[in-house]
Nanobody, 126 residues
């Protein structure tokens, strides 16, 4: 059983930066394929970025590429999302997720992830 806890959300102005953290409770973090998703009311849960257990496969959705950076520190059981040049359309609840396999064939699909955090709110003002 994997438990995930997000932190680092908040209110920032357009163009600002935030760094989100996701801490895993178990000793298996280093073997997990991880991802960040986001959700706003009235819209589907959206893939943001993912990172393989060995950092060998990293993916971003087009809308954040070049602005967001996903990383992980396996020794500390923590995954990060560095968000720069934030825009109002980035406003959402950001959720940390862990896949049920080390190499999910479609890492952008929510169904590939069996473990989810509660989310952290990111609000970007104009």
């Amino acid at each position: 059983q994997v438990q995930l806890v997000e932190s680092g959300g908040g209110l920032v102005q357009s163009g600002g930066s935030l760094r989100l953290s996701c801490t895993a409770s178990g000793p298996t973090f280093s073997t997990l394929h991880m991802a960040w998703f986001r959700q706003i009311p009235g819209k589907e849960r959206e893939f943001v970025a993912s990172i393989a257990w060995n950092r060998g496969a990293i993916y971003y959705t087009d809308s954040v590429r070049g602005r967001f950076t996903i990383s992980r520190d396996n020794a500390k059981d923590v995954m990060y999302l560095q968000m720069n040049s934030l825009k109002p359309e980035d406003t959402a609840v950001y959720l940390c997720a862990a896949a049920t396999s080390r190499g999910p064939p479609y890492p952008f699909r929510p169904v590939e992830y069996g473990y989810w955090g509660q989310g952290t709110q990111v609000t970007v003002s104009s």
